[in-house]
């Protein structure tokens, strides 16, 4: 995509996000995989499983890079409209910004309320201080997955890249876990994600480490955060979410991670920043700043290495 494109997609997605009941390619991409999960047969071997993960995978990624490329050649506006439908900017700092509000006014009920829409883990009996730690790591892990990885997709591989990489995240959030029935199933998807994330996920703890220090911080806060990611981010389960979580959890100062319930059911988590207080309200307000800051950095420096005009376009001699 274009200098420009990029530019209207970013602006596009901060001032609009994804409002609720518009059309959007995840829900396209949530369907197919719904309705291929109906048609599969549960029982069938591992082997079996595995393949047809695979072939849905490589189909949908591929049908979405495809489209993608499509669509930019033909039809810019709409190319621009979908690159900033697979940014998900504005929609994250709202959705965290809601759990902050409640928690300032003291109103833990509300606060779990907002925070049950954006996290997958029990969120019940959290009192403050985990409710600010839930909000934290989702800021720091959607900041990969949903700006930084998507804004490189977009520079590297156009529109189609973008759909792609949100095709295999959709994927990925539906079918990827270790747990049956999808443990086959979804492990193709699992490792594609991880792959798709392995550069955005350090890109996006960097990020994170010099926007702390440009909002006040000393180099020796960059240096703590980039230390606890190197340190703490192989404990995480994932490959790529400690980095921006451990990250965030150096630049503040704060412990993230710890064991949490998913269904009732008990899963052990590594800490991070574990020699730091938990989290307080003014941390999830502060880590929003730094978030933010970072986010546009990252979108400053893919846009200005985008190219001012399409390939194949040279002045005059590419409109002949």
Known sequence: MTRGQLALAVLLDVLVGDPQGWPHPARFFGAAIAAAGRARDEQSPPRRQLVEGAILTTALAGSAFIAGRIVERSAAPVAVVLAASSLAWRSLDDAVAAVQRTLERGDILAARTSLRGIVGRDVDTLDTAETATAALE????????????????????????????????????????????????????????????????????????????????????????????????????????????AALAGALGVRLGGDVTYDGVPARRALLGEDFPPPSVADVARGRRIVALAAAIVAAAVIASAPSRARGTNGREGNR
């Open 138 to 245: 989702t800021l720091a892990e959607s900041f990969c997955d949903g700006v930084v990885a998507p804004l490189l997709w977009l520079r590297v591989g156009g529109l189609g890249g973008a759909l792609a990489f949100k095709a295999i995240s959709t994927l990925d959030s539906m079918i990827g876990h270790r747990e049956p029935p999808y443990t086959w199933f979804g492990r193709v998807a699992a490792r594609a994600d991880d792959a798709m994330n392995l550069f955005p996920a350090r890109i996006a703890a960097t990020a994170i480490a010099v926007s702390a220090v440009a909002l006040g911080g000393t180099w020796s806060t960059a240096r703590r955060a980039i230390a606890t990611a190197w340190r703490e981010a192989p404990r995480h389960a994932s490959p790529n979410g400690g980095w921006p979580e």
